[in-house]
């Protein structure tokens, strides 16, 4: 199994935005099969060093990861809101149980 793990910063953390945007990224759940995990959740510190939200997604293979980051959905709806609503966003994707 693969686990991608996704922070995100928003540009304009406000309420409203938070809300939009982690409901944007649950909504692959019913648009992308290839998920076998997804949730999405944000912080609750708020530190400098934080980022706001944060998306963990698990997939069967290396394989299904990257037909993911190319489905229609991810790369022509998500990818397009989360570049225009974060000033910073880092990844992880590693090999898991």
Known sequence: MITHIVLFKLAEPSVENLAATRAKLLSMDKEIALLRHLEAGTDVIRSERSYDIALVTKFDSLEDLQAYQIHPYHAG????????????????????E
């Not at 709806?77 to 898991?96: G, L, N, R």
């Open 77 to 96: 709806v998500v990818v397009p809101h989360m570049k225009s609503v974060c000033s910073s966003i880092v990844a992880v994707d590693y090999q898991s």
